[in-house]
């Protein structure tokens, strides 16, 4: 994927993240460790693009690292780590990054229905 690519899939995960998560990063770029998302705790988590593979995969892979991004500083923060949260089991476990018929797609990991593409969660 070119750097096009990565910078729109990744503008379509933080579409979600400001949707839904209580904690946004401070998101920067350096030549040494590429794109860097810093939370307010000081803490920052460097993002890795997949070799090859779909653009869908791409914005899956990404949205599991934004995941695990967003777990570590909620938590940091003293609120409840899971994001994104499942509609049906609110505060049991976050959504699943997947790829379902060649779209990008948040899954609830329990009952494995699709919640809603990637990019596309609703305000809460």
């Known amino acids: 994927m070119d750097d096009m690519a990565c910078a729109d899939a990744l503008e379509t995960v933080l579409r979600d993240l400001r949707a839904q998560c209580a904690v ?3 998101i920067r770029t350096d030549d040494t460790y590429g ?3 810093w939370a307010p705790d000081g803490s ?3 993002l890795t693009s997949p070799r090859g593979g779909t653009a869908a995969e791409l914005l899956a892979h990404l949205a599991d690292q934004v995941q695990d991004w967003a777990v570590e500083a909620l938590w940091s923060e003293g609120v409840s780590a899971v994001w994104p ?3 049906t089991h609110p505060d049991t476990h976050p959504l699943t ?4 018929a060649d779209t990008a797609v948040w899954v ?3 009952g494995r229905t699709t919640v809603a593409r990637i990019g596309e969660l609703e305000t809460r």
């Open 24 to 26: 946004q990063p401070d």
């Open 35 to 37: 794109v860097m998302l």
């Open 44 to 46: 920052a988590r460097g």
């Open 85 to 87: 949260q499942c509609p």
């Open 97 to 100: 990054a997947t790829v379902h």
């Open 108 to 110: 609830c990991p329990k």
